[in-house]
């Protein structure tokens, strides 16, 4: 499939580092959006150990809130635009292998995996085997994460 | 659409989600899934509604706020103990006594821990608890009541300016800046002061478990440095939060508890930053009711 969107778009898969790159920028994006309303009391939780250790349901609510927010966030965003501000940031764009056009199933599919941090890593682990860097769940949808020329407008 | 202002959308969609989500998540009252021990920060000085500040936040304690705290602690049974952290020289009367009741009827153990200072009003809230733990250099005591007012009547004689006021009642315009004392209204005053220091020496004898005579003794108005107060029964004994939690799991027999800190319940309007201009209007309003009040007159505790 890589090899078919190369010869049919000149297009090369997205280097590791970039890639992580990228996923690390919206990360801090979406957990910065998301944590705002919560600034005043994380700040009360006080050392980071005592907020890894606490069990309290507002914590919980917040990591649940962070979770699907980057879910949402990748998904709709990479349906739409086929870019997240990281991807965009990188010149990197996420594509349909079959080259049409990707719908929002290929994207909730790919992306299924980013609330879930065990099954996430073995999604990751998989990309470093995966000739074209693909994550198991990409290969699942049909997705691949692509160089690109477009940068937004 | 341009691209960045569909990811500008997005992002606003998360953070107002979110801000719903932490509006419901802050005012629900059980907010752990174990037991849990809670320090509440009491610091500044003491009055019934607090200060609003600039920055969006409530500076001092404000005894409203801290009666509702504490009426919904009783309510949280994952609750077990409450510490509270002093530090404060006091304040208005009324607030300090309504603290003082709230944490009376507080159903869960609870212990005061006094930080540099809880003299005062401070000490009358922290004399309503369980235990009394302090530093020993820490500030406490000063059980005494004070009345002030900024008598301005010799400036205005200097600068031939006359008080002209109407009033209808023969102590109505007592404690005004404009004119000084009589013997009678001084009288006056010092008999509710009076008042006042013999309600609030009864109340710490009968918090610390002490006699009238015992507490009368101390209620100089002089402080006392925490390695005195624990001779004289006013603290229990020497420690800091963590001592006083630690003290707290082993007197409940809690092996595993989430301690936290209890920070402000947030609204919509503190998240929103709506409260900085809350505060700044709140801060003309208070001036010009100020300035209408003819009488200035001050009774702390």
Known sequence: MVEYIKLKKGL????????????????????????????NYLISLGSFSSVLKSNDMVLTIL???????????????????????????????????????????????????????????????????????????EVFAGVLVVESKVVLK | MKKWVFIVILLVLLYL???????????????????????????????????????????????TEVVKLINDLNKDESVKGVVFEINSPGGTVVASQEIGDAIKKLNKTNYAVIREVGASGGYWIASAT???YSSPMSITGSIGVLGSYLEFSGLFEKYGVDYEQLVSGKYKDTGTPFKDLDEDERRL???KINLIHEYFVKEVANNRGLTVEEVSKLATGEFYLGQEAVGLGLVDEFGDVDVAVENMKTELNLTKVDVQRHFKDIGLLDILGGRIFYAMGRGVGDSLVSYELSNNFEIRA
Do not use: C
Not at chain 1, 13 to 25: Q, T
Not at chain 1, 112 to 127: A, N, Q
């Open chain 2, 17 to 63: 989600v979110s801000l719903v989500v932490a509006f419901f998540a802050f005012n629900n009252n059980s907010k752990s899934f174990g037991d849990k021990i809670m320090i509440v920060p009491l610091e500044g000085a003491i009055t019934t509604s607090g200060n609003g500040d600039l920055f969006g936040g409530s500076s001092g304690i404000s005894s």
């Open chain 2, 130 to 132: 369980d235990k009394i």
């Open chain 1, 12 to 39: 090369v898969p997205a280097s590791l580092v970039k890639r992580f790159s990228a996923f690390l920028i919206d990360l801090i994006i979406v957990n910065l959006v998301v944590s705002l309303p919560f600034y």
């Open chain 1, 63 to 137: 990591t649940f809130l962070i979770a699907f927010g980057l879910l949402f966030y990748f998904t709709i965003l990479e349906w739409k635009m086929g870019q997240t501000l990281g991807k965009a940031l990188f010149r990197l764009k996420v594509i349909s292998s079959n080259g049409k056009e990707l719908n929002f199933f290929q994207s909730f599919l790919s992306n299924v995996t980013v609330p879930f941090s065990i099954v996430l890593l073995v999604d990751v682990i998989y990309m470093f085997f995966k000739s074209g860097h693909q994550r198991l769940f």
């Open chain 2, 189 to 191: 005053l010092q008999s």
